[in-house]
């Protein structure tokens, strides 16, 4: 079965930049990047189909952050730019099975990563 696995989490202060990496096997799968601060729900942050020909993203992170991918390396990239105190969050990558409808909702994926840490200090 797919496994996913996040990287490149860490502390940068605010307007810094920080790339994440997720690591899958098996299956190309389209692939989100999804986002929880302790005590809140998990937050959908941006998405990206098999052939990178749609990319989603959240309206918090629009122009600030952007989704790729290399589908030869099955590798699913988080560029993040001008970082803010409140984009700090544990950091999750994840697959899903099905094409691209409800994007934003968590439970439509169904291969998770164990998340990695981002911190934005002011």
């Known amino acids: 079965q797919v496994q996913v696995v996040e990287s490149g989490g860490g502390l940068v202060q605010a307007g810094g930049s920080l790339r994440l990496s997720c690591a899958a096997s098996?299956?190309?799968?389209?692939m989100g990047w999804f986002r929880q601060a302790p005590g809140k729900e998990r937050d959908f942050v941006a998405g990206?189909?098999?052939?990178?020909?749609?990319?989603y993203y959240a309206d918090s992170v629009k122009g600030r952050f952007t989704i790729s991918r290399d589908n030869a390396k099955n590798t699913v990239y988080l560029q993040m730019n001008s970082l803010k105190p409140e984009d700090t969050a544990v950091y999750y990558c994840a697959a899903r099975r099905t094409a691209f409808i409800d994007i934003a909702y968590s439970n439509k994926y169904d291969y998770w990563g164990q998340g990695t840490q981002v911190t934005v200090s002011s």
């Open positions: 990206i189909s098999v052939s990178s020909s749609s990319t």
């Open positions: 098996g299956r190309t799968l389209p």
